[in-house]
């Protein structure tokens, strides 16, 4: 049975990057991410060994769907490298915009740690890889606060 991965962040960037890598490595790669159409071009990509899962990961039921779909797959790595930054003076940025920032830089990515976690002890094996920015180890920077902290 192939080993299978789990890559939140999947539709663009270091998230596809992984994903195809995982692939090419003889992972079946479950791909998760809001874009579908995103996703689904990634999958035709990488053949018939992958899965879509569409999810907002800023959005905490979503997370647990998430999980609750994917828990009975054998999932042996996760990868959470759904994220994004907002940029402007902090009084300006709109409030939602930096809570849905926390929730899925921070949020998401504790509570799908979390939940896997417990499902890799239980069966021994399982790794996590999750992805950050070096800016969460500066002291910080102009435009971005909600970023950096």
Do not use: Q
Not at 44 to 62: F, H, K, M, P, Y
């Amino acid at each position: 049975m192939a080993k299978t991965a789990l890559v939140t962040g999947a539709s663009s960037g270091i998230g596809r990057e992984i994903a195809r890598d995982l692939s090419a490595r003889g992972f079946r790669v479950i791909l998760s991410a809001r874009r579908e159409e995103r996703l689904r071009e990634l999958a035709e990509e990488l053949g018939d060994n992958t899965r879509v899962v569409v999810c907002d990961v800023s959005d905490r039921e979503e997370c647990l769907r998430l999980y609750e779909e994917t828990k009975s797959e054998k999932i042996s790595v996760l990868v959470n490298c759904a994220g994004f930054g907002a940029v402007g003076s902090f009084d300006k940025l709109p409030l939602d915009t930096e809570l849905k920032m926390i929730d899925t830089n921070v949020t998401a990515v504790h509570m799908l740690t979390k939940l896997f976690l417990k499902d890799f002890v239980a069966a021994d094996r399982g790794y996590i890889m999750n992805i950050a920015s070096s800016a969460g180890l500066m002291y910080g920077g102009p435009m971005m606060a909600t970023y950096y902290a």
